[in-house]
């Protein structure tokens, strides 16, 4: 390949991933599991309408750590940097993160309002305790519900996440927020190394990986 040229995305495939207990898992999906936007592509439980009219308000929010088990130490709530609303829009807009290519994305239409939630990231650690854990996710979907009525939301996840009693804990927070939104169209990106779950995928319409390793890709991840 040419010095300089970039590598293209290899075609969408469905995806087979392993599970912490090291097991391989494959986790059958009617169309594929990273579908795409295109009319023959989204899933059969998704709640996009084939035409998708004036989508105005689009929430945008963000919970990230990729925990090692094995790690003595806990990953505490104290260990999460944490910004609301605006706030999260001056921490991300120009980085190299998948929340600012959204963003920029967003930002080239007019009809699109955005709306910020709540970010919560933390670097690699131990599992995270379950008070801590519920924090989090209480917080995040109690932004979510005082943003008031939004037409889409897009999760920026990590999908590696582990509590010390919640193996699962991007499933249980999608689930609760997909109660909160109801049937609007969420979508989410992932790290490569996303351990996906049953309830990640019955909760979001389209999953979103990164496709490089190391990971260069997070900003186009985002458009």
Known sequence: ??????????????????????????FGHPRGLFASSRRDMVPQHSHIPLEVAAM???????????????NPAPTTYDCFRIYHGEQMLDAFRDTDTEIAGALDVFAERAEV????????????????????????????????????????????????????????PEGAALARLREVLGKIPIVVS??????????????????????????????????
């Open 1 to 26: 390949m040419p010095a300089g040229q970039s590598r293209p995305f290899p075609p969408a495939r469905p995806f087979s991933g392993y599970s912490r207990a090291g097991t391989l898992t494959r």
């Open 56 to 70: 105005t308000r689009i929430l945008i929010a963000d919970m990230k750590q990729e925990t090692a088990t094995f």
């Open 113 to 168: 309002e955005i709306v910020p939630a709540m970010a919560a990231d933390s670097v690699s650690g131990g599992r995270i305790p379950t008070a801590d854990l519920e924090r989090l996710i209480s917080e995040l979907v109690d932004s979510a519900r005082n943003a008031g009525p939004v037409d889409a939301a897009y999760f920026c996840l990590h999908g590696a996440m582990a509590g010390e009693s919640e193996p699962d």
């Open 190 to 223: 992932l790290d490569l190394h996303a351990i996906l779950t049953e309830r990640m995928m019955e909760a979001a319409d389209i999953l979103v990986p990164y496709h490089t390793y190391p990971h260069v890709d997070q900003y186009r991840t985002g458009r």
